[in-house]
């Protein structure tokens, strides 16, 4: 998939096309694509407090250490004397006491268990301070310029306190949605851990009042105002929309509720004719051709308005010369419509092509050379 800060370079919306989104209770918010591509935004570079909409980071490197198999969901979790110690949402972890990591992350999700987090944070990195650690440079990483994290739960420290804003949750959130068991935990609406011994209720009520609603995370503290990431699907368009700082609980979920309407209501996905690149001949390679790719996602995000009037144009090299690297840079794609550029796609190499060597060289030419000799003669 295409880096959320790539295309966000890639991608602009045209806001003169678009009608007006109209006013927000919040102090900052955004709307992206799932993929990465930005839609709108709103004071989204201001630095606010994301409450307990940390915990997007904290899942994903849970995922993260699940897809490079360093956990699974069976792994057992031991809940620490520092980790059972957390204030606010829990589900009052004992010292020594284990749970799955699978429930665990179910009681980060759906209960916003904060002893949860820093007990999953201590297990991954040794302590939660090497875990934040992993956190700040996961964020910038992911283009994130705004953010810093002090734990792994988003409760305030002493003289310390979390600080991202709404562009760099969306990008967090949508690399977090890379990996779709995490819906199978942010979907949830009511469950239990335990054995069926301790009841959880999802946070988010926009799952029961908002339809395609996937997740995310929702978060509050007084000085944090009411915040939430919340992800949702209709017709193949995936979405995420930040609110941050929003007065009151109805209005985090009103914004929320405008921000996504307004995305299913001017977007659609868009997926190029990427069938019509072809292989491209490599001169002096192992290898005769190299098959062109696009860079990241197949589909993308346009206006609703644009989507009838797309021109798709492949600005490639008709040959290359070895030795060609796996993705290598080799051209871009360029959608347009009424002669405006919607989006630029860089295209890339799908593997390498290494150079032939001086023997296979020579190979080569005594080939080349016998072809000609036998075209000769006839």
């Known amino acids: 998939m295409i880096c959320a ?13 678009l009608p007006e989104m109209g006013a927000l209770y919040a102090k900052s918010a955004a709307l992206y694509a799932a993929n990465g591509q930005e839609l709108y935004v709103y004071n989204a570079d201001e630095q606010l407090q994301p409450a307990s909409v940390t915990k997007i980071m904290t899942m994903l490197l849970a995922m993260e250490a699940l897809e490079r198999g360093e956990v699974t969901l069976d ?43 820093v ?56 690399e977090l949605l890379r990996h779709p068991k995490i819906l199978d935990y942010t979907g949830i609406w009511m469950d239990t ?8 209720a999802n946070t988010n009520k926009m799952l029961k009042s908002y339809q ?26 995936s979405l995420v929309a930040v609110v941050m700082a929003a007065p009151t609980k109805e209005n985090r979920t009103a914004d929320a509720t405008a921000l996504l ?11 190029p004719a990427a069938e019509d690149l072809e292989p491209i001949p490599v001169t002096l390679g192992t290898a005769e051709n190299v098959q062109p790719v696009l860079e990241g ?58 150079a032939l060597g001086l023997p296979e060289l020579l190979i080569s030419f005594v080939r080349g050379l016998a072809g000609n000799v036998v075209k000769d003669a006839k």
Not at 333 to 344: D, I, K, P, R, Y
Request: glycine share 12%.
């Open 297 to 354: 996602s197949d589909s993308f995000v346009i206006e609703k308005t644009r989507a009838e009037d797309m021109q798709t144009t492949f600005d490639l090299p008709e040959t290359l010369a070895a030795p060609i690297q796996a993705g290598q840079r080799l051209g871009e794609m360029t959608v347009s419509a009424g002669g405006e550029t919607v989006l630029t796609v860089p295209i890339i190499a799908q593997a390498g092509v290494d």
């Open 75 to 117: 792994t057992m979790i031991t809940g620490s004397e520092y980790a059972c110690s957390m204030g606010g949402t829990q589900i009052w972890l004992e010292p020594g006491e284990q749970l799955t990591l699978d429930e665990m992350l179910k009681a980060i999700a759906v209960g916003s268990a904060n002893d949860c987090a």
């Open 193 to 200: 851990v335990r054995g069926g011994k301790f009841g959880l």
């Open 212 to 237: 395609g609603l996937t997740g995310l995370k929702t978060g509050y503290i007084r000085e944090a105002g009411f915040c939430i990431s919340a992800s949702a699907e209709r017709d193949g368009l």
């Open 261 to 271: 309407n307004y995305g299913f209501a001017n977007f659609t996905a868009y997926t």
């Open 119 to 174: 007990a999953v944070a201590e297990h991954l990195a040794g302590t939660e301070a090497a875990f934040v650690e992993r956190m700040n440079t996961r964020a910038r990483e992911l283009g994130c310029t705004n953010t810093t994290f002090i734990n792994a739960n988003g409760l305030d420290g002493e003289g310390q306190k979390t600080l991202t804003s709404a562009r760099d949750l969306a990008l967090i959130s949508c």
């Open 5 to 17: 800060a790539l295309l966000s370079g890639l991608f602009t919306v045209q806001a003169a096309a």
